[in-house]
């Protein structure tokens, strides 16, 4: 979370991206000069399914307002299928979090191909806009790591 | 039902076909009951008690028992504990053949805060009479409703069935209606996101991180556990502040989502009475609801949800769509 001079928010946004098809839907955004929220940090993993609960509560600790995890769609897994133990995972994940009262809007799981750069920058756009409505994560958060 | 046991365990040990056996053992206390392996007749004569206050699940050790030689150990299964016996069996944690299994029924055991909280003091001991407790005292006997004093485990029972045995003492039981077991998840998931957070806030702000919830849980076996793990940042620590009591009691029910059999150790073993279980449950009813009726250590060919898939899943927005609704 950071505030500019202006006092408007500006959420900090984690998206775990696929090597093999979202984290080059990224690029493939990047080299069409399609913009997306400067504020998403893309985090590469091998796979949708490397991502452990872990890490995205971790990020939540350290300062996160949102989690977005990016993944090969169902079926086009390079590893066959690695997104679909992970879309499982998740859905658990994200109703515990929910069942703790966290907020919905702030956990998210989109597929996103390598040949598909502006989906990658719509679904950014509009995570980040859902993010900054939703406001800082208070729910969520380790003081100790406020700065 | 304890002296019948006990002869059983004499006749098995005498004839040679164990070499020990695992019960419970009384402790200061009659409600203070641990369990404890035994070695001779003599000794189960003295220290082996069955009573109400037996809550402990005994499937655990046997990780550590059966990978021993010298002999089979024989263990007193209740229903719960069977099924978390037989969810180590498929997780290949314990050697079969080396245990020989006696399924006991239970009615539900007993919840001496409970008990203290109803006003009765000085406990001596329990006995079952029909529908109640009948508990000797210092000050005498007393008599509670059973349904007053259980613990919450055992009023939300899923089974009164052993899913696993060599053989059975008294009666088998049937399964029970799951509605009563989601009642409190239930509960939970009608209220707003805000008293859900304050419920739960109030709830494992009281965490110690004593770690009792995970040395006791029999789906936490691993050799080397990840909140031991000084990377992790959160090892052996009180929790400081409200994320890392959610982050551990997440992680924790997560680590054992598909694998817990809802025992509700975790909760029993609790020093600050979190219902722990709620964590649990709620993993069990999404995977019920979500991706079909699964019971862990039923056994029943059904695979465990989180290592297995199907092309059709819910997506994860399913979350936030039930949230609309």
């Known amino acids: 979370m950071q505030v500019n001079e202006n006092e408007t928010f500006v959420p900090t946004i984690v998206a775990f991206c696929c090597n093999w098809c979202s984290y080059a839907g990224a690029d493939l955004s990047g080299t069409n000069r399609l913009q997306y929220p400067s504020n998403i940090k893309i985090i590469r993993v091998p796979c949708s399914c490397r991502v452990n609960p872990m890490f995205i509560l971790r990020a939540f600790q350290r300062g996160a307002d949102g989690v977005i995890l990016c993944g090969c769609h169902p079926g086009d897994c390079h590893y066959t299928t690695g997104n679909y133990y992970a879309r499982r995972r998740m859905t658990l994940l994200f109703s515990m979090l929910d069942y703790l009262g966290i907020e919905r809007g702030r956990t998210r799981v989109e597929w996103v191909s390598a040949a598909e750069g502006q989906k990658f920058a719509e679904t950014m756009k509009s995570f980040a806009a859902e993010i900054a409505a939703l406001g800082p994560n208070r729910r969520l958060e380790d003081l100790r790591c406020r700065k | ?325």
Request: hydrophobic content about 35%.
């Open chain 2, 1 to 325: 039902m304890q002296e019948m046991m006990k002869n059983r365990a004499k006749a098995l040990l005498a004839d040679g076909t164990v070499s020990r056996v695992i019960g419970w053992r009384r402790g200061e206390f009659s409600y203070d009951v641990t369990p404890a392996v035994f070695e001779t007749a003599e000794e189960l004569e003295r220290d082996f008690v069955f009573d109400a206050f037996c809550g402990a699940n005994v499937s655990k050790y046997l990780i550590r028992e059966s990978a021993k030689d010298g002999g089979r150990i024989l263990a007193f299964l209740k229903p719960c504990d069977a099924f978390s016996f037989n969810q180590l069996l498929a997780e290949h944690r314990v050697r079969r053949e080396n245990v020989y299994l006696i399924g006991i029924p239970c009615a539900g055991k007993a919840d001496i805060d409970r008990i203290k909280k109803a006003g009765i003091d000085g406990v001596l001991g329990i006995a079952e009479d029909g529908e109640d407790f009948v508990v000797s005292t210092v000050y005498g006997e007393e008599r509670v409703k059973q349904a007053d004093v259980l613990a919450e485990r055992c009023l939300a029972c899923k089974s009164k069935r052993h899913p696993v045995y060599d053989e059975l003492l008294g009666e088998e039981g049937e399964d029970l209606p799951d509605d009563v077991r989601f009642a409190g998840v239930a509960k939970l998931e009608t209220m707003t996101a805000e008293e859900r957070f304050d419920f739960w806030r109030s709830e494992l702000s009281k965490c110690i991180r004593c770690n009792a919830c995970r040395n006791v849980c029999p789906a936490c076996t691993c050799e080397n556990c990840v909140f031991d793990n000084p990377d992790s940042g959160i090892s052996q620590k009180t929790a400081a502040d409200p994320f890392e009591e959610n982050m551990y009691h997440i992680i924790r029910a997560f680590h054992v989502a598909g694998r817990c059999t809802d025992c509700g150790e975790c909760s029993r073993v609790c020093p600050e009475h979190i219902p722990l279980h709620l964590l649990n449950r709620k993993f069990i009813k999404d995977i019920d609801e979500l991706y079909g009726t699964y019971r862990a250590g039923e056994d029943d060919g059904t695979k465990n949800p989180l290592t297995s898939y199907t092309e059709g899943d819910a997506e994860a927005s399913v979350v936030r769509e039930r949230g609309r609704a």
